[in-house]
C-alpha cells in the first residue's frame, strides 16, 4: 500500500517536473528566491546578482526595451546594440528611397558620422523594478467596485510621481498576476537612436512570410543601432553634438557556438501571454476567435495575394501590409493546431476539477472562491456573441482596408474640428499630411476595392444581423459585389489621390462638411457608430467581469499553489526565461536537428522565387567558404532553436550561454509550438534564434563593416 502511494507520488512529481521544465517567464527580481538554483543546476554559471542588481551593473544594464514592441541588447562600450531587421524595419524603411534603396541593398555606416537619426525611435533601460502592491492596496480593504479602483488608480499615480523623480525617470506600475500584485518599473529612456547597419532584406527578412513561423530557418533577422547620450551620458534628444552612449554593461559577443543541450537563457520584453485562462476562454479561442481570425484574413490575403503577383508595383506597394496581416493569421493556426494536440481544453478542465477539489476542502475557500468557477461559464458564454462581434468589426471595418481606415481618420476628424482651436488645426496638419503622403504612396486603388466589396459582404454573411445596423443590411442586400466597388467605392473622394486631393485639397469647414455625403465615410459611420453604442459597451462589460473574476481565480491558484513558483502573464515587462539549446520532434517519425546553415539557404536559393532570391555576393562567400573565423570548418552556422518560453517582444532579445556571453539574437518562435502563449508544451515549444556568428559574418564578409567588430568584446 505505502510503496503503492509512493510510486503514486513518484509518477505525479515526475509529470509536474516534465511538465514545467523550461515553461516561464521569470521576474528579474524573483531568480534567486525561486529559479537561481535550478538555473544553476541547468548548467548556469553565474549568479541571479549578476543577472538583476540594482547597485553594481548587471545584465539587465545591457538590454534594452526597443521602440513599443522589441527587445535590443548592448553589444559594446560604446552604445552599439542589435535587434532583429523586423524590428528595425519601420526605420531603415524611412530612410528608403529609389535612389537609397536601404530595404533592398542593405545599409552600413561606415563610421559614426554616416549613422542615421530616428526621430521618433527610443529605447528603454531598466533602472529597478519593485514589488509595490502594499503601497497600491493601501487604504483599500474597506472599499470595493469603483471606488477601489479609483483608490487604486490615485495609489498608482503617487507612487509613479514620486518614483520620476521630477521627470528624470520613467516609472509605471503595472499590474502582475490580473491585479493580484503590482510592481513599479523605473526607465531611463533614450531618444537619439542612430541606424547603424542592415542587411539586405533578401538576408535580414530572407524566407519572408513562406518561413515565417518555421523551423527548419534561415533568416539573418538583424540590424545594428547606436544609442547617443549628451556629454553626462545621460538621455537627450537627438543633437550633433551628442556622443555614443557608455552603458554599464554590454554583452560579450560568443565565437564559440553552442552545442545541442547547452545551457541558454533569454531577457527580453515579452509582451503578453494568457497561461491562465479557463477552459471556457481557451475553448472560445479554438471554437471562434482564431478561426473566425483567420477565415477574415485568408480572404484579405488572397486577394492581396493574387494582385501582388500580377504587378511588382502592387507587391511593393503591400509587402508591408501583407507581412503584419500574414504574420498573426500564420501563428493562430499553428495555436489551434497546438491547442488541440495539447488537447489543451481537458487539460484546463483537469486542472479546474483539482482547482474545485482544493476549494470544497475548506468552507472559507468556498466563500471565497467557490462562485469563481461557474461564473466563467456564465460570463464566457454571454461574451462569445460579443466577441464575434468585435473581431468581425476589428478585422474588418477597422482594420481590413485602406479606405476605411482613411475614412476613420476623417470621421475623427471632422467630428473634432469644430471644437479645435485655428492654433491646434494648424498644428495636426503636418502629422495628417505626413501620414497621407504614406497612405497613397502604398496605395493601389484596384487591389484595395476588391478587399473592401470582399470583406464587407462577409461581415454581411457572417455577422449575427442583430450586430449589423440597419442601414448597412439594406445597402449591401441591395448591391452586388461588382456594386460595390462601382456604385460606393468609385465614388467615394478616398478612393483615388487626385479626387482627394482636389476636394480636400484644403482642409477647411466647407470642405469637411463635403464628407457628410461621402458613400464609403456614410458606411463608415453607420458601422461605427452602431458597433460603439449598440455592441462595445456591453463587450466591455462584461470583460471587465471576467477580468475581476480571473483576478479571484488566480488568487486562488496561487493560494493553492503555494510553495510553487508561478510566473506571471508577460506584459511587456523584463523577463527572464531559460531552458537549453535543443531541436524537436514536429512529428511521428520527424526529428529537426537545432541548427541550421548557409548550405540550406543555398538549397533554397532560387532568383524566381521573391523570399528565396540569395545576393549574389553570398553566394559568393559560399563557393568560396569564405567563413572566416565565424565559420564551423566549412560549414557557416545560420540560426538555432532553443527550449525558451518567449512571445512576441521577444524579439530581439539577447540569448546568453552559461557564461553571460552572447550567443544568438531571439526572432521567432517554431510552427508547433506557437500556442505557448496560451499553453507550453515543452516538447514542441521552440524559440528561434540568430546564431551571432551569422551576424558577425555578415557584418564583416559580406558587407565589409569589419570595424565595428572592432569596438565589441568578442570571446573565442
Ligand atoms: N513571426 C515573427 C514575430 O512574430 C517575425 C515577424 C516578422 N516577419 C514576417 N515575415 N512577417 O513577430
Ligand atoms: N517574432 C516575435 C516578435 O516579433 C517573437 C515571437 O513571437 O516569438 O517579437
Not at 494582385?307 to 511588382?312: E, H, N
Request: net charge neutral; with cysteine.
Amino acid at each position: 500500500m505505502i510503496k503503492k502511494t509512493i510510486l503514486i507520488m513518484w509518477v505525479l512529481l515526475g509529470t509536474l517536473k516534465i511538465a514545467f521544465a523550461h515553461e516561464g517567464m521569470w521576474l528579474p527580481t524573483l531568480l534567486k528566491k525561486y529559479n537561481i538554483a535550478d538555473m544553476q543546476k541547468q548548467g548556469f554559471k553565474l549568479t541571479a546578482q549578476d543577472i538583476y542588481n540594482v547597485n553594481h551593473a548587471s545584465m539587465k544594464d545591457a538590454v534594452v526595451l526597443f521602440g513599443s514592441g522589441c527587445t535590443g541588447e548592448l553589444i559594446s562600450g560604446q552604445g552599439l546594440i542589435i535587434t532583429n531587421h523586423h524590428c528595425g524595419y519601420d526605420a531603415i524603411q524611412s530612410h528608403s528611397s529609389l535612389e537609397h534603396d536601404y530595404l533592398t541593398n542593405g545599409f552600413w555606416a561606415m563610421s559614426n558620422q554616416e549613422e542615421l537619426p530616428n526621430p521618433g525611435l527610443a529605447v528603454r533601460f531598466l533602472d529597478r523594478m519593485e514589488d509595490v502592491s502594499a503601497r497600491v492596496f493601501a487604504d483599500t480593504a474597506h472599499l470595493s467596485g469603483d471606488a477601489l479602483a479609483a483608490r487604486i488608480a490615485e495609489n498608482i499615480r503617487s507612487i509613479e510621481k514620486e518614483a520620476s523623480d521630477s521627470g528624470s525617470f520613467e516609472a509605471t506600475v503595472k499590474p502582475l498576476f490580473y491585479g493580484n500584485q503590482y510592481f513599479l518599473y523605473v526607465y531611463q529612456v533614450f531618444t537619439d537612436v542612430r541606424l547603424v547597419g542592415a542587411p539586405p532584406s533578401a538576408i535580414g527578412k530572407f524566407g519572408g512570410d513562406t518561413d515565417n513561423w518555421m523551423w527548419p530557418r534561415h533568416t539573418g533577422d538583424f540590424s545594428l543601432f547606436r544609442i547617443y547620450a549628451n556629454k553626462d551620458n545621460k538621455p537627450a534628444s537627438y543633437s550633433p553634438d551628442n556622443v555614443p552612449y557608455k552603458p554599464k554593461k554590454f554583452f560579450p559577443v560568443s565565437l564559440g557556438g553552442i552545442q545541442e543541450g547547452d545551457f541558454t537563457m533569454v531577457l527580453g520584453y515579452p509582451g503578453r501571454t494568457s497561461e491562465y485562462l479557463p477552459s471556457q476562454a481557451v475553448a472560445q479561442i479554438l471554437a471562434q476567435g482564431d478561426p473566425d481570425k483567420v477565415k477574415i484574413r485568408d480572404l484579405k490575403l488572397s486577394i492581396l495575394a493574387e494582385q501582388m503577383k500580377r504587378d511588382p508595383l502592387i507587391r511593393i506597394k503591400y509587402s508591408a501590409k501583407y507581412a503584419s496581416t500574414s504574420n498573426a493569421w500564420k501563428k493562430w493556426q499553428g495555436e489551434m493546431k497546438g491547442l488541440i494536440r495539447l488537447n489543451a481544453v481537458q487539460m484546463k478542465k483537469d486542472y479546474e476539477a483539482r482547482f474545485s477539489q482544493w476549494v470544497n476542502a475548506d468552507p472559507s475557500r468556498v466563500a471565497q472562491y467557490g462562485n469563481t468557477l461557474p461564473r466563467f461559464e456564465t460570463l464566457y458564454s454571454q461574451l462569445a456573441p460579443y466577441t464575434k462581434a468585435a473581431d468581425y468589426y476589428q478585422e474588418i471595418v477597422q482594420r481590413g482596408t485602406d479606405i476605411l481606415s482613411l475614412a476613420a481618420i476623417f470621421d475623427t476628424l471632422e467630428k473634432r474640428w469644430p471644437s479645435l482651436s485655428t492654433a491646434e488645426r494648424e498644428k495636426m496638419k503636418p502629422a495628417l499630411l505626413a501620414h497621407l503622403n504614406e497612405y497613397w504612396k502604398d496605395f493601389d486603388q484596384a487591389t484595395d476595392e476588391k478587399v473592401f466589396a470582399a470583406l464587407l459582404n462577409l461581415y454581411h454573411n457572417d455577422v449575427d444581423p442583430k450586430f449589423q445596423p440597419e442601414g448597412f443590411k439594406k445597402l449591401i442586400s441591395s448591391l452586388s459585389p461588382t456594386d460595390l466597388q462601382t456604385k460606393i467605392y468609385r465614388k467615394s473622394v478616398f478612393a483615388n489621390q487626385a479626387v482627394f486631393e482636389k476636394t480636400m485639397g484644403q482642409l477647411n469647414d466647407q470642405n469637411l462638411k463635403k464628407l457628410a455625403s461621402d458613400p464609403v465615410l456614410k458606411l463608415y459611420r453607420d458601422l461605427h457608430d452602431f458597433y460603439a453604442t449598440q455592441v462595445e459597451p456591453m463587450f466591455m462589460q462584461l470583460q471587465q467581469q471576467i477580468e475581476q473574476n480571473q483576478k479571484t481565480y488566480m488568487g486562488g491558484i496561487m493560494e493553492m499553489e503555494q510553495g510553487r513558483p508561478l510566473f506571471p502573464d508577460a506584459n511587456k515587462t523584463l523577463r527572464v526565461a531559460y531552458g537549453k539549446v535543443e531541436g524537436y520532434h514536429p512529428a511521428d517519425g520527424v526529428t529537426y536537428t537545432y541548427y541550421s546553415t548557409l548550405n540550406g539557404i543555398m538549397e533554397k536559393d532560387n532568383p524566381d522565387v521573391y523570399d528565396y532570391n540569395v545576393p549574389q555576393k553570398l553566394r559568393d562567400l559560399f563557393a568560396q567558404k569564405d567563413f572566416g573565423q565565424y565559420g564551423m570548418g566549412n560549414v557557416m552556422p545560420v540560426c538555432f532553436t532553443a527550449s525558451n518560453h518567449t512571445t512576441g517582444g521577444n524579439s530581439g532579445s539577447p540569448v546568453i550561454d552559461a557564461n553571460g556571453n552572447l550567443i544568438g539574437v531571439n526572432f521567432d518562435r517554431c510552427w508547433e509550438g506557437t500556442m505557448s502563449d496560451i499553453m507550453f508544451d515543452p516538447d514542441r515549444c521552440r524559440n528561434i534564434v540568430l546564431d551571432i556568428r551569422y551576424a558577425l559574418f555578415i557584418i564583416d564578409k559580406f558587407a565589409g563593416a569589419g570595424y565595428l567588430l572592432n569596438e565589441m568584446e568578442l570571446k573565442k
